[in-house]
């Protein structure tokens, strides 16, 4: 089922269809910012095994601290991926939306490290 875009320019989500495994089903137009951001950072992903690894700890751990609290969770990720896709080449201006967009816990975009 259709659910929009969630707040994300260029980016349809789909919950999950009954007796499938847990997934999430993003549609993004091709050459838009939101395809280039998930692209960029499974790229990343698979190319580093460490990263990827510590991607999932973070993710687990913002689950368990966050269970109810998705805005929460997608916000305690956000400034890791900032990171991911500033040293992938992303431009500020894209990387400023995409902060803005999921509650980037950063006073200033300009200087995620």
Known sequence: MHVGDLGIEDREA???PEGLPP???YVCPQGSAALANHL???DF???NRAAAAEY???KKQLAAQFPSDIDS???GK???LLQVL???GFPELLLRKIGAANGSTRSSLAVVK
């Open 14 to 16: 789909f919950n999950n």
């Open 23 to 25: 997934h999430h089903l």
């Open 73 to 75: 969770y997608v916000a």
């Open 56 to 58: 999932g700890r973070m």
């Open 45 to 47: 992903l698979r190319g």
């Open 78 to 80: 956000t400034d890791y």
């Open 40 to 42: 960029a950072l499974r």
């Open 86 to 88: 500033r040293d992938t």
